[in-house]
């Protein structure tokens, strides 16, 4: 049996809750990524071309800094990345995890939330972070009210 992890980024809660319904129907590990400066409500307005999000958005090579902690990759087959859609693309942050550990062999499947857009060029943006042999695949959007038929799309690509 697959050793399953559910990684997230929430920035305000909204991802937060999808991925904790995600990690109970999966039987998933859970792990938060965790800014080492936490995002106020000033740096994710995305109207301010100023704020942290937008700036840090705009700056490909932009890796905010995690807090400390060990996801514990190495002990998984299969990894749920959760994080909201910024600018149609996944916050620089997920680069961050992404690149800290190593993926190689092991199946990583998005999933997010969002508040009006799909997955835009997030895999493509995203296939840069990890290594070839790791398998990443898009899962699916999981907003508002989550059915089970929408975490078991996502479950799917696992």
Known sequence: MKK??????????VTAA?????????????FEIKPQVPYTAADL???DKNSRSTVEMRDKTSRPAMVDADAHIADY???????PIWWYVAPTIINTFLERWDFSGKTVVLFATSGGSGFGKT?????????????LREGGLLNG????SELETVLAKS
Do not use: C, H, M, P
Request: no cysteine; aromatic share 10%.
């Open 123 to 135: 895999l493509a943006a995203l296939k840069g972070s990890v290594s070839a042999s790791t398998v």
């Open 145 to 148: 009210e989550i059915t089970n």
């Open 77 to 83: 087959d299969t990894v749920f990345l959760g994080f």
């Open 45 to 47: 307005n995305w109207r």
């Open 18 to 30: 999808a991925a904790k319904k995600l990690a109970q129907a999966a039987q998933a590990d859970l």
């Open 4 to 13: 399953a992890l559910v990684a997230y980024f929430s920035a305000t809660g």
